[in-house]
């Protein structure tokens, strides 16, 4: 029961346009969300989080949307660079009662064109 | 600052044989974490710890055991080795969940992981 789902396994950009990543998710207790970068042969690193109280957050190129009616949430980048191609994985996690862990999805790899 | 190193990077095991992976922390964390990431299956959670002594159950734990007997180290153990646990292994640590709000300071809660460990069962 894949409760964090990232249904595009791979992403294809040019270098300048908007990268949009998204995430959904069926556990209704998850309130906090984030997102992880990931290159080959290492951990993945935190880039961006939001909490269910806010629909949208904000950091440089990156921003997180979140759509708790639709249980969806979205990673913009803009504007793209060759830099950001990596997997990113969409985490979900239950601070109140949700179990306090968290939920990874399968990850979407993202590929910036020059 | 080291951050979170795991031991060892490569390995290569023979079905049934045993062996353990150790993860270690210098940043204070609390909970811990062990997660294997398959293509198609993202990371899935092994065994998690909330702190020194104590261990549960994560998502795919079958095979697996864990030991928390110092807050800075996670142990990873694989007793008899199946080709199924052919994956790559991470451990991660965070600081302690459900609280996220320190002395009033917001504390995200996101993970820290380490390098990962290569782990072939052949």
């Known amino acids: 029961d894949q409760q964090v789902k990232q249904n595009s396994p791979s992403l294809s950009v040019q270098e300048g346009r908007i990268s949009i990543l998204n995430c959904d998710y069926t556990?209704?207790?998850?309130?906090?969300f984030l997102w992880y970068k990931k290159y080959p042969a290492e951990g993945p690193t935190f880039l961006i989080s939001i909490s269910s109280i806010k629909d949208k957050n904000e950091d440089g190129r990156f921003t997180v949307f979140l759509n708790k009616s639709a249980k969806h949430l979205s990673l913009h980048i803009v504007p793209s660079q060759p830099g950001d191609s990596a997997v990113y994985f969409c985490a979900a996690i239950g601070l109140t009662g949700g179990g306090n862990k968290l939920t990874f999805g399968t990850g979407t790899q993202l590929k910036v064109e020059l | 600052n080291a951050g979170v190193t795991q031991t060892p990077k490569f390995r290569v095991l023979k079905t049934g044989q045993s062996m353990t992976l150790l993860c270690a922390q210098d940043?204070?964390?609390?909970?811990m974490y062990w997660y294997r990431q398959d293509p198609g299956m993202g990371l899935r959670l092994i065994h998690y710890s909330v702190g020194e002594g104590t261990t549960a159950k994560g998502e795919v734990p079958d095979g697996y055991n864990v030991s928390r007997l110092k807050k800075q180290n996670f142990l990873l153990g694989l007793e008899s080795a199946a080709p199924s646990q052919t994956s790559v292994y991470f451990c991660?640590?965070?600081?302690?969940?459900?609280?996220?709000?320190?002395?009033?300071?917001?504390?995200?809660?996101?993970?820290?992981f380490g390098q990962g460990t290569r782990l072939t069962v052949v």
């Open positions: 556990n209704s207790m998850f309130d906090y």
């Open positions: 991660a640590s965070s600081y302690l969940m459900g609280i996220p709000y320190i002395r009033g300071r917001r504390v995200d809660t996101e993970a820290f």
């Open positions: 940043m204070n964390h609390e909970y």
